[in-house]
């Protein structure tokens, strides 16, 4: 709006800005000729003519812009005009505003109508998932109570004998395993738990799962869907169902805080062996009994229990594991600072050694320059190694990945073709592998290679993953032990590029075939 009220008040200006120009440039004209006439009297008659023209010009404006004989009254006509039109947009405008606003509050009014019919539609669907979901319990209770009505009148009495056959003799292997024990017949790696699920699955993951399979029992019980009973009169049959879900509840709960590291398959079979005997059991109260169901939901709060538990001991062992190798590096770099000043240390003393050996030599006759030259060449290079070491040890804790990856193997302990695979950073890497066989294992490790990488860690991983499936520890493969031989480790080896590594292939074992050599003297000794 602005805009186009200015460009009208350009239009309607102009005429008069140009009437303004011409007059000041004709008076400017004028003076200039006056004052040429006044100067010199032999143009007077060029300046008559041109006084003429000027005249003529003049009169020609004056005529052009006759119509505008009041230029105030009329700027002031076209602002009033401009107003009027400005006002009458403003009236426009708020009337659009208005009514814009009226429809928002519209459109807010419906959307709250429409959010509360989807919440109801929602309260419905729920209300009605859950009639479905009963109605189906309900239906596949009447389908198999059908099933078995069916088989009962087929079968007749064999169906009921091979029914309390069955029911029997799980109750008479639930009161052995009672009575005897779970022993080892009912081990379950725990973690075969974990076996479906994903690799980022952690155990707040797990714990969600467990806690909406506890709910999913409490539901069960609190909807009357944990027991039955064939009972008629209705408190008889609410009693001995209670009494059954109570009593299996109470089997159930106490052996799941039982719940440890090696026990899933020993926890699944106890809660599998309490379902026989509360059944057995109530089989006199006209068969009060746990539903197939509900023995189902207990034994899945079983495994999501086993998952939690296993997820964090896993996550456990990885912090721990990190914390070790927090430790190993911060020792590596501890012992490469440590040697480091040492081969500064014996730098000084070296060049020390050589600025006396060379005055020495200096001042030294013939027979004895022989003598000192041999001492100068000695310490040169005494002082190269020392050199080299302290750049080693510099170079070693700069580059953070660089180190050795061991194979070591000990017979006595382990058994052949038994190998560990592990990664040091230490500046003297065979302090590592004597730290492993200082009281852990009766005998000490043979080393097979110690190869130096630039990339330790990535090495150490590359072979740990080819040598995953003859892990000796299928639970816990950080142990590093695997089941294999020495050709296949070497050649895995190569395989990733590593070709100037020195290998032992054969382990030697001196305490352990000593220890054997003694042994057998001792038992020929004894026989004698």
């Known amino acids: 709006?602005?805009?186009?009220?200015?460009?009208?008040?350009?239009?309607?200006?102009?005429?008069?800005?140009?009437?303004?120009?011409?007059?000041?440039?004709?008076?400017?004209?004028?003076?200039?000729?006056?004052?040429?006439?006044?100067?010199?009297?032999q143009h007077i008659k060029q300046l008559h003519t041109r006084i003429a023209e000027i005249e003529k010009e003049r009169d020609a404006l004056i005529?052009?812009?006759?119509?505008?004989?009041?230029?105030?009254?009329?700027?002031?006509?076209?602002?009033d005009e401009v107003e009027e039109d400005a006002a009458s947009k403003r009236e426009i405008s708020l009337k659009l505003v208005a009514n814009a606003e009226a429809e928002a509050e519209k459109i807010r009014q419906d959307a709250k109508v429409l959010l509360s019919e989807a919440t109801q539609r929602v309260k419905d669907s729920k209300e009605k998932s859950e009639t479905i979901k009963?109605?189906?319990?309900?239906?596949?209770?009447?389908?198999?109570?059908?099933?078995?009505?069916?088989?009962?009148?087929?079968?007749?009495?064999?169906?009921?004998?091979?029914?309390?056959?069955?029911?029997?003799?799980?109750?008479?292997?639930?009161?052995?395993?009672?009575?005897?024990?779970?022993?080892?017949?009912?081990?379950?790696?725990?973690?075969?738990?974990?076996?479906?699920?994903?690799?980022?699955?952690?155990?707040?993951?797990?714990?969600?799962?467990l806690k909406a399979a506890r709910k999913r029992v409490r539901?069960?019980?609190?909807?009357?869907?944990?027991?039955?009973?064939?009972?008629?009169?209705?408190?008889?049959?609410t009693y001995a169902i209670h009494f059954a879900v109570d009593a299996f509840n109470g089997k159930v709960d106490s052996a799941l805080s039982k719940v440890k590291h090696d026990n899933f398959g020993k926890i699944k079979q106890e809660i599998i062996d309490a379902f026989a005997l509360v059944?057995?059991?109530?089989?006199?109260?006209?068969?009060a009994r746990i539903n197939q169901e509900y023995l189902d939901a207990r034994l899945t709060e079983l495994k999501w229990a086993v998952a939690t538990f296993e997820l964090k001991k896993i996550e456990r062992e990885e912090q721990a594991e990190i914390k070790a190798q927090i430790r190993e590096e911060e020792r590596a770099i501890r012992e490469m600072e440590k040697a480091r000043k040492e081969a500064e240390k014996e730098e000084r003393l070296i060049q020390k050694a050589l600025e006396k050996a060379r005055s020495e030599l200096a001042h030294a006759t013939e027979e004895q320059k022989a003598q000192y030259e041999a001492k100068l060449a000695e310490l040169e290079t005494k002082l190269h190694e020392a050199e080299e070491k302290g750049q080693r040890a510099l170079s070693m804790a700069q580059q953070t990945r660089r180190g050795h990856v061991y194979v070591i193997s000990n017979v006595g302990s382990f058994g052949e073709e038994v190998f560990k695979i592990g990664m040091t950073r230490r500046l003297e890497p065979m302090d590592r592998v004597k730290e492993l066989g200082d009281a852990s294992v009766p005998f000490a490790f043979d080393v097979h290679a110690m190869i130096y990488s630039d990339d330790a860690p990535a090495?150490?991983?590359?072979?740990?993953?080819?040598?995953?499936?003859?892990?000796?520890?299928?639970?816990?493969?950080?142990?590093?032990?695997?089941?294999?031989?020495?050709?296949?480790?070497?050649?895995?080896?190569?395989?990733?590029?590593?070709?100037?590594?020195?290998?032992?292939?054969?382990?030697?074992?001196?305490?352990?075939?000593?220890?054997?050599?003694?042994?057998?003297?001792?038992?020929?000794?004894?026989?004698?």
Not at 65 to 70: A, F, K, L, S
Not at 279 to 287: D, I
Request: charged share 30%; proline share 2%; hydrophobic share 35%.
């Open 1 to 41: 709006m602005e805009s186009s009220t200015i460009f009208a008040l350009t239009i309607f200006f102009l005429p008069l800005i140009l009437l303004i120009t011409s007059l000041v440039i004709g008076k400017k004209r004028r003076k200039k000729f006056e004052l040429k006439l006044a100067e010199s009297n």
């Open 63 to 79: 005529t052009k812009y006759t119509p505008i004989t009041d230029i105030e009254k009329h700027a002031a006509e076209l602002l």
């Open 134 to 209: 009963n109605d189906a319990r309900k239906e596949a209770t009447k389908v198999i109570n059908f099933a078995e009505s069916q088989a009962k009148e087929i079968a007749d009495d064999a169906y009921e004998a091979k029914a309390k056959a069955d029911s029997y003799e799980k109750a008479i292997r639930a009161m052995r395993n009672t009575i005897d024990g779970y022993k080892d017949d009912y081990i379950i790696p725990n973690h075969s738990v974990l076996d479906d699920l994903a690799d980022e699955f952690g155990h707040k993951e797990a714990g969600e799962e």
């Open 219 to 237: 539901d069960m019980v609190k909807e009357n869907h944990a027991g039955s009973c064939d009972y008629a009169e209705i408190n008889r049959k």
């Open 279 to 287: 059944n057995h059991n109530g089989a006199p109260f006209r068969n």
């Open 459 to 528: 090495l150490e991983k590359e072979l740990h993953h080819k040598f995953n499936l003859k892990s000796v520890n299928k639970i816990n493969p950080r142990k590093e032990f695997f089941r294999t031989t020495i050709a296949e480790v070497k050649q895995a080896v190569e395989q990733h590029g590593v070709s100037d590594a020195h290998w032992t292939l054969k382990a030697e074992a001196a305490e352990y075939r000593e220890s054997l050599a003694i042994e057998k003297e001792q038992q020929q000794s004894a026989v004698a």
